[in-house]
């Protein structure tokens, strides 16, 4: 499975902006999927995940209830909607494909990975 993640960009504070991470050369079927950051000088942090095929979901403290993630299981896409941004909300974004159906918050839990995209936001 390769993935790309895309739709990063600068915004001012307050903004909004959606990431889709669309896969390709397998399907996505049976596999929970999940966000992750990482801002400069800092580790990968977690984001949110949704399980398969999308019922469940779960988001780091810091943005639940400004952050909304959702997949579309037959275009093989899953998306990351982003309002209320902030500037701590600046890093790069990857997204990712897990072992299992369940969501997961643990990084090893995935096995594919996108290439990452830049969100900044200026305050």
């Known amino acids: 499975v390769q993935l790309q993640a895309s739709g990063g960009g600068s915004v001012q504070a307050g903004g909004s902006l959606r990431l889709s991470c669309a896969a390709s050369?397998?399907?996505?079927?049976?596999?929970?999927m999940g966000w992750f950051r990482q801002a400069p000088g800092k580790e990968r942090e977690f984001v949110s995940t949704?399980?398969?095929?999308?019922?469940?979901?779960h988001y780091a403290g810091s943005v639940k209830g400004r952050f909304t993630v959702s997949r579309d299981n037959v275009k093989n896409t899953m998306y990351l909607q982003m309002n209320r941004l902030k500037p701590e909300d600046t890093a790069v974004y990857y997204c990712?494909?897990?072992?299992?159906?369940?969501?997961?918050?643990?990084?090893?839990?995935?096995?594919?990975w996108g290439q990452g995209t830049l969100v900044t936001v200026s305050s």
């Open positions: 050369g397998d399907t996505l079927r049976g596999r929970a």
């Open positions: 949704i399980s398969w095929p999308g019922r469940n979901t």
């Open positions: 990712a494909a897990s072992t299992g159906q369940l969501i997961t918050s643990t990084t090893s839990s995935y096995i594919y």
